[in-house]
T-cell receptor
């Protein structure tokens, strides 16, 4: 099993550009989420999904868009990149039950200039 | 809103020492996560616990739900344990879905 696959690993964008961070899992997990990690801030939840067709906002959703058309995929879209979105992004998935561990992707380091 | 506080922020130990990392949270929860982030950046789930104690190799996690406190212990620490250890609790209590994370404890174990 591949687990959680996140692409790309690195990306540099100019202010105003758009892009999509891809996340795919092959464990049939219901729950998927996107986090950003900034120095001194810890991981913060951007958006999450509890199943195909269901998404909701987390702690820091502004500037990001998500959709969940299949159980496997949960892409994160930056519609108009801003320097404040420079961060490391992690996708995670789990069965969503109280005894289910989280499985993380390897992260995407995004720089917006 | 739940707050998750970890201590210490940084910890340096000699190989073989017993390590304790603490995590406190402000609202009632059903389960708490401990994660490990290696220097290369990858994040691995170590434990998810809702009561008592769990052990995996040299790692032990304990939780006291009433006191809203959890600890992660590492026995006979080794340089390969050097990493950032992160605890996380559900944002609004109950569900394990929306997690809020501590800022992490950076552990460095010297040979």
């Amino acid at each position: 099993n591949a687990g959680v696959t996140q692409t790309p690993k690195f990306q540099v964008l100019k202010t105003g550009q758009s892009m999509t961070l891809q996340c795919a899992q092959d464990m049939n997990h219901e729950y998927m989420s996107w986090y950003r990690q900034d120095p001194g801030m810890g991981l913060r939840l951007i958006h999450y999904s509890v199943g195909a067709g269901i998404t909701d906002q987390g702690e820091v959703p502004n500037g990001y868009n998500v959709s969940r058309s299949t159980t496997e995929d949960f892409p994160l879209r930056l519609l108009s990149a801003a320097p404040s979105q420079t961060s490391v992004y992690f996708c995670a998935s789990s069965y969503g039950r109280s005894n289910s561990p989280l499985h993380f992707g390897n992260g995407t380091r995004l720089t917006v200039t | 809103k739940n707050e998750v506080e970890q201590s210490p922020q940084n910890l340096t130990a000699q190989e073989g020492e017993f390590i304790t990392i603490n995590c406190s949270y402000s609202v009632g929860i059903s389960a708490l996560h401990w994660l490990q982030q290696h220097p290369g950046g990858g994040i691995v789930s170590l434990f998810m616990l809702s009561s008592g104690k769990k052990k995996h190799g040299r790692l032990i996690a304990t939780i006291n739900i009433q006191e809203k406190h959890s600890s992660l212990h590492i026995t006979a620490s080794h340089p390969r344990d050097s990493a950032v250890y992160i605890c996380a609790a559900p944002l609004y209590g109950g569900s394990q879905g929306n997690l809020i994370f501590g800022k992490g404890t950076k552990l460095s174990v010297k040979p």
